[in-house]
């Protein structure tokens, strides 16, 4: 299977946007090879709910998709001979026994989020969903992995609630930040997913989305 990967000497077959401010995917998609541009969708997060994780991912990633498109003209992106362009919007919660975890708002919340880790698992459940907007094609996929910790020591949890990252990010959960990496045991799945975009899913659905 084809891939949307390419090397620097062959030009992007598309155009591309990220649908999200979020540092960790420019950095996916910056390892990636590829080349887009950013937008922002401005959502409400929290006015949309589902009890299933499955189901609210999928459904903000959709959401993010058609708030950005709703400010585009999208005849521009269907002019005849146009290079193809695609939008990509993604989503991630954490799963921790049972209970589905965003971005945490407080610092006790975010102290009682961390603390449940330690020495613990979580699960992250992802969405990726990728627009054609030239053809209106539509694809989206959930991506798992699980996050198995050693225990975090209470100086290390305020530290990193001080510093303000775990306000960014769903479950205040920090894979590759260099204060929580040494308390990681295990990781069952791909990194990059639990950072918010599974490479592999990203490429499939890029391929897929181009595809007639």
Avoid: C, W
């Avoid at 929290?46 to 585009?72: Q, Y």
């Avoid at 510093?163 to 479950?171: H, I, K, L, M």
């Amino acid at each position: 299977m084809a891939t949307a990967s390419h090397s620097p000497s062959s030009p992007q077959p598309f155009k591309l946007i990220l649908g999200s401010s979020s540092v960790a995917r420019k950095h996916i998609l910056e390892a990636m090879g590829l080349e887009f541009q950013v937008m922002t969708a401005d959502i409400d997060e929290k006015s949309i709910r589902r009890e299933n994780p499955d189901d609210l991912v999928m459904v903000l990633a959709e959401a993010k998709a058609d708030a950005i498109i709703s400010r585009l003209n999208i005849a521009d992106y269907q002019k005849e001979g146009n290079q193809p362009t695609l939008l990509i919007t993604s989503d991630i919660v954490v799963v921790h026994e049972g209970i589905i975890r965003e971005k945490p708002t407080t610092k006790e919340e975010a102290r009682q989020f961390l603390k449940g880790y330690s020495g613990g698992h979580v699960s992250t459940v992802g969405s990726v969903v990728v627009t054609n907007l030239t053809t209106g094609k539509r694809l989206g996929s959930l991506d798992k992995a699980e996050v198995y910790f050693h225990d975090i020591p209470d100086e290390v949890i305020e530290n990193l609630i001080d510093e303000g990252v775990v306000f960014r990010v769903a479950g205040g959960l920090l894979l590759e930040h260099p204060l929580t990496l040494p308390f990681v045991e295990a990781v069952v799945g791909s990194s990059d997913s639990v950072m918010g975009l599974s490479k592999e899913i990203a490429n499939k659905l890029f391929h897929d989305a181009l595809s007639a």
